[in-house]
């Protein structure tokens, strides 16, 4: 038996994590009057698109969501471009009243022409919660909707809608939140990163995260949910690094009688900060990467002894000796993704029926 001193950290894979969500999802169906119906469209031959377009119609096969996979362009056939009539047949589905959700397997095109697609799948559909709308809402800490708001990708943003509890307040839904950085709260809530005792929308007080990527597919809308959720986020991109905190910074000469009038702001306010990426390793409890290059290694001994550590990139972001310093590692989220996905698509199917 390894002695303390040797002992390494805890290799936690997503299969634990996903088993509670496949049970709520099977579930959930079984009272459904209608099996949901779900739309990949896969205009590419990358090769990680292809698998995932596989591995999303293995998950759904064995649920009871009928998935259905539409090629296009070059996946379809080697006399097509990549994503030729990608747009049209997201218009298709959008249009389709049998279709209940929408998934787009990206890159196709690169980041500039990618966004402009996700604002093209109806935020009615969107199972990747992509668009603008969800986006929007992610940022201000905008939690619960009308179901009416989502018929229009151009209507008024969401009202801020005040509430203490995870329960929607009547006339409301839930916002839809992008499947992978909502799948990475999920694993933290399963260690316990998130304190159940504390206020809803305040549980990750207290922590310090340092997520590294800010894409606005997860690395920035997972600092903002974060943030949103009370931790002091450090957020590292390849030219610069910011802070979110929903807490007022305090000033040097403030009294504490100023200060306590005003406990944190509704939504999360982002900072320059003077940190380096070793400083803000050295403080975090909790280290996000996700960063798609093969050589991108964090430094092992840069890490806080005992913090968690989260690798949400195809390829692995950490060093080896990883769990020499970190106490849990876990090395995929992709698990996860998958049902929180599904779980998307089940509220969207009961927004659309309402």
Not at 126 to 150: A, C, M, Q, T, W
Not at 270 to 297: F, G, R, T
Not at 338 to 354: D, G, K, S, T
């Amino acid at each position: 038996m390894a002695s303390p001193a040797t002992r390494k950290g805890l290799l936690l894979k997503a299969d634990p994590i996903a088993a509670q969500f496949q049970d709520e999802i099977k579930a959930a169906l079984e009272k459904c009057a209608q099996r949901p119906k779900l739309v990949g469209i896969l205009a590419t031959t990358s090769a990680p698109s292809k698998s995932y377009a596989e591995f999303t119609r293995k998950q759904c096969e064995a649920l009871g969501v009928d998935f259905v996979l539409k090629t296009v362009g070059a996946a379809a056939s080697s006399d097509l471009g990549e994503g030729e009539g990608v747009e049209e047949a997201i218009i298709e589905a959008n249009e389709d009243p049998s279709i209940h959700g929408i998934m787009v397997y990206f890159p196709i095109f690169g980041p500039q022409q990618d966004h402009y697609l996700h604002q093209v799948v109806s935020p009615l559909k969107d199972v990747e919660g992509l668009h603008f709308k969800f986006h929007y809402n992610l940022y201000h800490n905008i939690r619960f909707i009308e179901p009416k708001s989502l018929l229009s990708s151009i209507s008024p943003p969401s009202l801020q809608i005040e509430s203490e509890s995870e329960e929607p307040p009547a006339g409301t839904v839930k916002s839809i939140i992008p499947c992978t950085p909502l799948a990475i709260v999920k694993c933290l809530e399963y260690v316990g990163v998130y304190n159940r005792i504390l206020p809803y929308g305040d549980r990750a007080y207290g922590k310090t995260i340092t997520v590294i990527n800010r894409s606005e597919v997860v690395g920035r809308p997972l600092a903002a949910l974060l943030a949103n959720d009370g931790a002091r986020v450090i957020s590292v991109d390849i030219d610069s690094i910011q802070e979110y905190t929903k807490r007022p910074r305090v000033a040097a000469n403030s009294s504490s009688e100023s200060t306590s009038v005003q406990r944190y702001h509704p939504r999360h306010i982002v900072h320059p900060s003077n940190l380096s990426l070793q400083e803000a390793l050295a403080v975090s409890d909790v280290v996000i990467s996700a960063v798609p290059n093969p050589s991108y290694k964090v430094k092992t001994e840069w890490l806080k002894d005992g913090c968690i550590c989260v690798n949400v990139a195809s390829e692995k972001n950490f060093e080896k000796d990883v769990r020499d310093k970190a106490s849990i590692y876990i090395p995929a989220v992709g698990k996860v993704t998958i049902f929180m996905l599904l779980r998307n698509l089940l509220r969207l199917q009961q927004y659309q029926q309402m």
